[in-house]
């Protein structure tokens, strides 16, 4: 099993990122999918998560209406396009796969390494 997060970088308050996730080694199409961040010195909190079944999504209050997560079961892969970012959105970010949707870290199975997202100018 194996997922690889990938598109962090350093971009300045208000711009946007996406980040994708490649997940290899498992039927991708039966996890449900979690974006997570960690900041320095403060706990993996979940942003965004979706289904496997019927697209459903959950977004953390201080993400919604900025990040969209989406999913490719065809290829495998799933998103986290981050719009309006803040520089308080700086943080690795992992993404994650397990049976069941939700956006508690310690629920998931199967982790990613991170990307570094961070916002300053």
């Known amino acids: 099993v194996q997922l690889q997060a990938s598109g962090g970088g350093l971009v300045q308050p208000g711009n946007s990122l996406r980040l994708s996730c490649a997940a290899s080694?498992?039927?991708?199409?039966?996890?449900?999918v979690g974006w997570f961040r960690q900041a320095p010195g403060k706990e993996r909190e979940g942003v965004a998560c979706?289904?496997?079944?019927?697209?459903?999504?959950y977004y953390d209050g201080s993400v919604k209406g900025r990040f969209t997560i989406s999913r490719d079961n065809a290829k495998n892969m799933a998103y986290l396009q981050m719009n309006s970012l803040k520089p308080e959105d700086t943080a690795v970010y992992y993404c994650?796969?397990?049976?069941?949707?939700?956006?508690?870290?310690?629920?998931?199975?199967?982790w990613g390494q991170g990307t570094q997202v961070t916002v300053s100018s």
């Open positions: 994650a796969a397990d049976h069941n949707i939700g956006l508690i870290a310690s629920e998931y199975d199967y």
């Open positions: 080694g498992f039927t991708f199409s039966n996890y449900a």
């Open positions: 979706i289904s496997s079944s019927d697209g459903s999504t």
